[in-house]
């Protein structure tokens, strides 16, 4: 993959996906049940899984560097608040 992509497209992707698709009634109760004080959007295994799955397949050639540095920043990203 070129190493000139910009990260931040993809971190608004996967942030507008899971906002979407986000269910704040699960995310209380799954926040509540880890007595976690990082966010939690409610979405399922199953549509962060598909979420990858999709990630994997638009992106045979992905450096894998990349996505760990994607990794970071959407870590980070949503626990540094």
Do not use: C, Q
């Not at 976690?36 to 409610?42: D, L, Q």
């Not at 979405?43 to 397949?57: G, N, Q, S, Y």
């Not at 992106?59 to 760990?68: E, S």
């Amino acid at each position: 993959m070129n190493e000139f992509v910009d990260i931040n497209k993809y971190l608004s992707a996967f942030r507008n996906m899971l906002n979407e698709n986000s269910d704040p009634k699960r995310a209380a109760k799954e926040k509540s049940y880890l007595k976690s004080p990082f966010k939690f959007f409610g979405v399922t295994l199953p549509f962060i899984e598909k979420m990858a799955r999709d990630f994997k397949r638009a992106n045979k050639d992905i450096d894998k560097g990349f996505v760990f540095e994607l990794a970071k920043r959407l870590w980070y990203s949503t626990h540094e608040s």
